[in-house]
């Protein structure tokens, strides 16, 4: 199906290890996100990327690394899991045209 | 620092009526805003955009007003209904930003039959 896909959705994991969290989009966007949603926030971006290879800091990088050697993917990494990093992750993408993002349905993440 | 915020945390209405959902923000640099619903266990949902051009923009039943000497915004929502229900997020672009939105916190409206 066409849209952005988040895998897993639910992770539960302890503190110090290593996570990767998915993301794939079927419409070869250009633009894509990293945002965190915890209480009392809202939304805030992690990281993003302009194109394949391109990927630039958001507010809350520290802790997380991106990559993106292919349009359609853009995982997010977290190197060593903290307690503080437990939160819900949603990726998006850019729609060029219609101006607006697109969001995947989410991953939540729990750091124990 | 919170540049998007939206001081209502919740928001009751009777369906039929009017919902007015406020945002307001402190970045003169913003040129695009957006209002986004979600839903408990699932990604926001664009619902309606408008640019720093314009100071009004309708689509259905929802109209976002954007005063920009003011710094504020507003999504009018006229009926409400209960599937309305939901936390809808303020959020505002710059243009040199490469397309990355500033949300604000949230307002959970709940609409009432």
């Known amino acids: 199906d066409a849209g952005i896909t988040q895998s897993p959705r639910y992770k539960i994991t302890e503190t110090g290890r290593q996570v990767t969290l998915m993301c794939h989009q079927t419409?070869?966007?250009?633009?894509m996100f990293w945002y965190r949603q915890d209480l009392g926030h809202g939304l805030r971006l992690i990281y993003y990327?302009?194109?394949?290879?391109?990927?630039d800091k958001g507010e809350v990088p520290d802790g997380y690394v991106v990559s993106r050697s292919k349009t359609e993917n853009f995982p997010l990494t977290l190197e060593s899991a903290t307690r503080s990093q437990t939160s819900v992750y949603f990726c998006a993408s850019w729609r060029a045209g219609r101006n607006e993002q697109f969001f995947g349905p989410g991953t939540r993440l729990t750091v124990l | 620092d919170q540049q998007v915020k939206q001081n209502s945390p919740s928001l009751s209405v009777q369906e039929g009526r009017i919902s007015i959902l406020n945002c307001d923000y402190t970045n003169s640099m913003f040129d695009y805003f957006l209002w986004y619903k979600k839903y408990p266990a699932e990604g926001p949902t664009f619902l309606i955009s408008?640019?720093?051009?314009?100071d009004k923009n309708e689509d259905g039943r929802f109209t976002v007003f954007l005063n920009k000497s003011a710094k504020h915004l507003s999504l009018h929502i006229v009926p409400s209904q209960p599937g309305d229900s939901a936390v809808y997020f303020c959020a505002a672009s710059a243009a040199n930003s490469g397309y990355a939105l500033n949300f604000g916190k949230g307002t959970s409206l709940l609409v009432t039959p």
């Open positions: 990327s302009a194109a394949a290879d391109i990927t």
């Open positions: 408008i640019s720093s051009i314009k």
């Open positions: 419409w070869s966007h250009s633009y």
